[in-house]
């Protein structure tokens, strides 16, 4: 289990499709989406459980791993994505927003996005 520190979390636990794709998540009436990443593997099994998502897996990254989170952000760009959504809780829709700045995380603030619906 990684543990956060001051900057963030050691991993990032990212869900995937079955054809092995990002999970990501646009908010009603959004034009952007973001990423829901995971400083846990148990958070992100929690999303998963709360969110009835069809999860082929959890794929982690080191968050340390700059080369790599660097090609992930570019990927995303690609999709409209423009942040990470970080430990969303599917529950409440309270999160950690991560802004991409360039292909490296960037600021990060609290952010409450609509909840999911009650299950």
């Known amino acids: 289990m990684s543990k956060p520190s001051a ?3 050691e991993e990032l636990h990212f869900l995937l499709e079955r ?3 990002l999970i990501v998540y646009q ?3 959004a034009s952007w989406t973001g990423v829901p990443a995971f400083s846990s ?3 992100a099994r929690e999303f998963v459980r709360a969110s009835n998502l069809d999860v082929a897996e959890i794929a982690s990254l080191r968050a340390g791993d700059t080369e790599s989170l660097a090609a992930l952000i ?3 760009k690609k999709r409209a994505v423009r942040n990470l959504l970080l430990d969303l809780d599917y529950r409440s829709g309270k ?3 991560v ?3 360039g292909d490296a995380l960037g600021p990060r603030r609290e952010w409450q996005l609509t909840p999911g619906k009650p299950g």
């Open 7 to 9: 900057e963030g979390p």
């Open 19 to 21: 054809d092995g794709s």
């Open 27 to 29: 908010e009603k009436d």
């Open 41 to 43: 593997e148990e958070k």
């Open 74 to 76: 570019r990927s995303v």
């Open 95 to 97: 999160c950690v927003i």
């Open 99 to 101: 802004e991409f700045v």
